[in-house]
């Protein structure tokens, strides 16, 4: 059984760092999409960040290039969201998921993502 479990959100200040975890557990990892979406308290869940498991190719939303880096730890099923330079509105619930067989052209659609964790609460103040 597949399971995707989040952790590292918090209560931070604007300008602080913070780095998610996703553990990854069940499921052959090598043809894998892993990606960060986020939900924002009355909006949509967006896009943040993926990168294959097996080449370790990454994909940012353009809001986050330079400020967020994705990596991941093999050995460990572990996937990283590096967040630097937090905002406000960074504010959200962060979630991982996985998908197999995504293409390059789709790995910011969170439909084409099967599996999901249950989000880690990250709260950016002012």
């Known amino acids: 059984q597949v399971r995707l479990v989040e952790s590292g959100g918090g209560l931070v200040q604007a300008g602080d760092s913070l780095r998610l975890s996703c553990a990854a557990s069940?499921?052959?990892?090598?043809?894998?999409?892993m990606g960060w979406f986020r939900q924002a308290p009355g909006k949509d869940r967006e896009f943040v960040a993926a990168i294959t498991w097996s080449r370790g190719n990454r994909y940012y939303a353009d809001s986050e290039k330079g400020r967020f880096t994705i990596s991941r730890d093999n050995a460990k099923n572990t996937v990283w969201l590096q967040m630097n330079s937090l905002k406000p509105e960074d504010t959200a619930v962060y979630y991982c998921a996985a998908g197999v067989g995504v293409a390059v052209s789709t790995v910011t659609t969170q439909g084409v993502y099967k599996y999901w964790g249950q989000g880690t609460q990250v709260t950016v103040s002012s």
């Open positions: 069940g499921m052959p990892f090598s043809s894998y999409v």
